[in-house]
């Protein structure tokens, strides 16, 4: 990952919002086990530790793909910081052959005349496209290469080799290709990340509605609907921006325990800040 990628203003919200109803259920969710067993197996035929494992399931799905959300952001991130290199060599590449073809119309034209410059592609104005100038390079250094100078010096005693030329063009026709090769691969890179990024942001759109709604109804059917509405699913939070209890929150490492679960982390509620 390049460095200097920093996550979007859009991944943090997302994050700070997960972290609202993970947080939650960390600190909350062994306070709601016995009394939500109760509601859920009033008849006694299930272990507590089942409610335990459906409340640590929920938030490790806003988990990952909160996770999901944060990777791939910085992922896309660091894809563009990687862009800018192969953009300043291009633009480089095209400023020097496009200086040289320039260089060549007026050699031509003044020791040759106007229709020795024509005669190798060189009358006509430069085009701004970087593929487009790379044609055109390509076509003049081809004809300065199968076709010597057939005219007559204007100036007697001072002449110039067509291969000479096409040997001073040659290697910046080949940097700009290899400059515009560089780039294209480094965009196409860059839609790969930037369509995982649409793919993260879409699915935990779906899995923080699906999972915020049930921790609500969970915390109700428990008896603590001062719980359900701090971490109720607005329509600024679906949106994926903030309320004003959402506060930026650090992922935990995959590998450590999860939310709710026993051994997890622990941590004050954002809500009751």
Known sequence: MAKGSKLSK????RLAIS???TSSATVHGPQIVEPLHAVLFPKGTAKPELTEKLL???GDVLERAA????DADLAHAAELLDDVEPRLVRDEAHAKLAATLLSLRETLAALYGPATMAAYGLSESLPELGAQLLQRGRAVESLLRKTPIAQKPLRAGV???ASVLADELAPLVEALDKALDAVQRESREAQLTLTRKNQATAAWDQVYQGVTYAFYGLYLLAGRKDLAERIEPTARRRAGLTEEADQPHPLADPLSPSPGSPGGPSGPDPADA
């Open 19 to 21: 972290a609202t109803v």
């Open 67 to 70: 996770k999901e959300v944060q």
């Open 10 to 13: 859009m991944a943090a919200g």
């Open 159 to 161: 002449t110039v080799k």
């Open 56 to 58: 640590a399931a929920l």
